[in-house]
């Protein structure tokens, strides 16, 4: 009887944090995307708690620019996903095994280098280095996809790392103590055969990274976009700073329905035969 009294008090605690975070977590992310979503079908807002009247206007109104940069910033979140993600997988297997000192520990610091500089530092740093000739790529959209990868490759390397460490060590020594070259065990049996197909869970969490952090990438951006060029975030903010919240809030809204169709369909598990 006194255990139970003693541990009645602490459970229900327990459960009144449990609410508690609960409460600050809607308040803090859900709240915020129900704001947007009504706001994308309010025909009028404000000083209201709800909006005056629903209407779809806003999804009609947008115009052809605005599905040019939706449809810019899935290419280029594409791009960069894939790209960081056989980069980041391709670094984690060059330094698996490796002493963390020497040229392991600068080519990993470099690896991480994005993900220590500010966004708008880094943006600036890639646009000073490439607007001029031999290598001048401050016109087109690559210079975005370059910036972008810098920030996103941390990640996409992290995740590969994390999930490599602690198996390819042991699955090689394994082999090679069964007589098999260490080299081609390596590059054919355990890399082929036995690390990628484990990899699978890694890979997609890379890929579903860099997808999202590429969709939401705003300062880099914003720093070395060319003229012409133009991401949703873009013309999300330039629709703010001109007032028109309900507008940005359709086109906002429509971003969050087509990045989070994409991403389920990365996480989606292929069934087995």
């Not at 008090?9 to 129900?34: E, K």
């Not at 810098?150 to 090679?176: D, I, K, N």
Request: glycine letters at 8%; a positive charge; charged letters at 10%.
């Amino acid at each position: 009887m006194q255990l139970s009294a003693l541990l009645r008090p602490r459970s229900l605690m327990s459960g009144a944090f449990t609410v508690f975070v609960a409460l600050v977590c809607f308040w803090l992310f859900v709240l915020p995307v129900i704001v947007v979503a009504l706001s994308s079908v309010a025909s009028h807002w404000s000083g209201t708690i709800l909006p005056d009247g629903f209407s779809t206007r806003w999804f009609s109104r947008l115009s052809s620019s605005d599905m040019d940069a939706l449809i810019t910033s899935l290419q280029v979140g594409f791009t960069v996903a894939v790209v960081g993600t056989i980069l980041g997988l391709w670094l984690a297997l060059a330094l698996e095994g490796r002493d963390r000192r020497g040229i392991g520990a600068v080519v990993d610091a470099v690896a991480m280098l994005g993900n220590g500089v500010p966004s708008v530092v880094l943006g600036l740093a890639v646009l000073i280095a490439y607007h001029k000739k031999p290598v001048d790529i401050s016109g087109s959209a690559a210079i975005v996809v370059l910036v972008q990868l810098a920030l996103v490759l941390p990640f996409c390397y992290r995740c590969a790392a994390a999930a490599l460490r602690p198996e390819l060590t042991t699955l090689r020594e394994a082999a090679a103590s069964l007589g098999a070259p260490p080299r081609m065990v390596l590059l054919r049996m355990v890399l082929l055969r036995v690390v990628l197909p484990q990899l699978v869970p890694a890979i997609r969490a890379s890929l579903a990274l860099g997808f999202a952090l590429s969709l939401g990438e705003l300062g880099a951006t914003l720093t070395v976009y060319p003229p012409g060029f133009a991401t949703v975030p873009i013309v999300v903010v330039g629709q703010v700073n001109r007032g028109y919240y309900l507008p940005a809030s359709a086109l906002a809204l429509i971003l969050l329905g087509v990045s989070l169709a994409a991403l389920l369909l990365i996480a989606a598990r292929v069934p087995r035969r």
